[in-house]
């Protein structure tokens, strides 16, 4: 029996332009990217910023190499200059429609900039006519809550990792028909949580798989989309 197909999604790839090179070329369905608002602008990367300082600090993320500038500054972190930063325009000329988008929002925002940020997203989706072919999820719920409100063409993922995020997430579902789609850890999921989200029809995708006997026994238990790093593993898994 054929396994289902899931959306094959390359996470981080959206971050570096060198990086959008390497997965525009690749046989995957979706590009991840991590969007912070700042300046009344999207900027797009996965690391924090050490503000006011134009710097960024993370880990080295698996299938990622780390830019060339970077060096230690405590055990694991490293950081580097924030030079000629990749802002979402861009992110969406360069890939002209190639691909879908997964967009993970991040930070967390006071006042009414939770609203700023997510009206920043959907006026620029808009206007590069990629409302229809982006999702947007994250772990900040307050801007998906906003995106939701200012344009029901953008498709709005809630992850979950942490039992509070659970719980809020199913409020929401028992509230609004439409709420169907998560993004999840493979560290949070258990077989409850399949079968409460499968019995609700929620749209699934589970982040982050690196190894192929994991993507085998999700997309088993009835994932919609993988998550990984490894863009062979991705490229081996069936074609939706």
Known sequence: MALPQP???AHAYGNSRTALRRVLDADVDMIEADIWYRGGEVHVHHARRLSPLPLLADEKMPGHPLPRLAFPIW???RVWPHINPLKLDELLQIVGGRKRLLLDVKGRYKGGRSADFAEAIA???REHQASSSTAVCGQTYPILNALRR????IEVRYSLERPHQWESFLR???????LRHVCISQRFIDDEKARV???NGVNVYVWTIDDPEAARHYVERGADGIISNDL???ENLQRR
């Not at 200012?150 to 063409?153: A, H, L, P, R, V």
């Not at 929401?172 to 439409?178: A, C, G, L, V, Y």
């Open 232 to 234: 062979g593993l991705l």
């Open 75 to 77: 055990p694991g972190y």
């Open 123 to 125: 006026r620029c989706l």
């Open 172 to 178: 929401k579902m028992n509230k609004h028909e439409r």
């Open 150 to 153: 200012t344009d029901d063409e």
């Open 197 to 199: 989200l499968e019995q």
């Open 7 to 9: 959306v094959r999604i």
